[in-house]
């Protein structure tokens, strides 16, 4: 059984970066069938992909988040990583880390999620 | 790029009633890249149907899929107290990127 684990600073400045790594247990980032993505849901809002990584580090980014987003692997830990630039109070959120299956386009595994906040 | 619609935005049923979802897509969709979720408050979304119809592991036979191009539906047969949620439509398109509906609320009459 996976699990997924997201990690970070719970507050972070306006204009500063946003850095969360999402530690995969139970099974490994190199599997060739799952993609590993980081879903974000502002307080009272929907859920908002922003971006997944292959094992292989290709990426695939929400065009409306792509200037600002980099997600990245690294294989030998069982981590990926998501980082956000010139936060501000919009990109408070809950931030989750998911697998997704590749074959069938679904997140079917989730991480708990965890609490950002953007405030000076 | 497509954009989900979901509809209506808050169901308000009593447990043992039958809710209808409605999830309508921008252009037509590839059936097997269609999912519904459910989210249940302070938690997670867990993914309970994909390729439109097929119910996840573990997902009670209460909720199914359908539909095919523009058009998809969820429905849950009988409510369980447990069933009043959030339920996400999401698409996977040929770019590989996911893409959430709005959510439509079950919630108690």
């Known amino acids: 059984q996976v699990h997924l684990q997201e990690s970070g600073p719970g507050l972070v400045k306006p204009s500063e970066t946003l850095s969360l790594t999402c530690t995969v247990s139970g099974g490994s980032i190199t599997s060739p069938t799952y993609y590993w993505g980081w879903i974000r849901q502002s307080p009272g809002k929907g859920l908002e992909s922003i971006g997944s990584v292959y094992y292989s580090g290709t990426t695939y980014y929400n065009p409306s988040l792509k200037s600002r987003v980099t997600i990245s692997v690294d294989t030998s830990k069982n981590q990926f990583f998501l980082k956000v630039n010139s936060v501000t109070a919009a990109d408070t959120a809950v931030y989750y880390c998911?697998?997704?299956?590749?074959?069938?386009?679904?997140?079917?595994?989730w991480g708990q999620g965890t609490l950002v906040t953007v405030s000076s | 790029e497509i954009v989900l619609t979901q509809s209506p935005g808050t169901l308000s049923l009593s447990p043992g009633e039958r809710a209808t979802l409605s999830c309508r897509a921008s252009?037509?969709?590839?059936?097997?890249?269609l999912a519904w979720y459910q989210q249940r408050p302070g938690q997670a979304p867990r993914l309970l149907i994909y390729?439109?119809?097929t119910r996840a592991t573990g997902i009670p036979d209460r909720f199914s899929g359908s539909g095919s191009g523009t058009d998809f539906t969820l429905t849950i047969s009988r409510l369980e107290p447990e069933d009043f949620a959030v339920y996400y439509c999401?698409?996977?398109?040929?770019?590989?990127?996911?893409?959430f509906g709005p959510g439509t609320t079950v919630d108690l009459k």
């Open positions: 999401q698409q996977f398109g040929s770019s590989r990127l996911f893409a």
């Open positions: 390729g439109a119809s």
């Open positions: 252009q037509s969709l590839t059936s097997s890249f």
């Open positions: 998911a697998r997704a299956y590749v074959g069938l386009g679904v997140y079917d595994s």
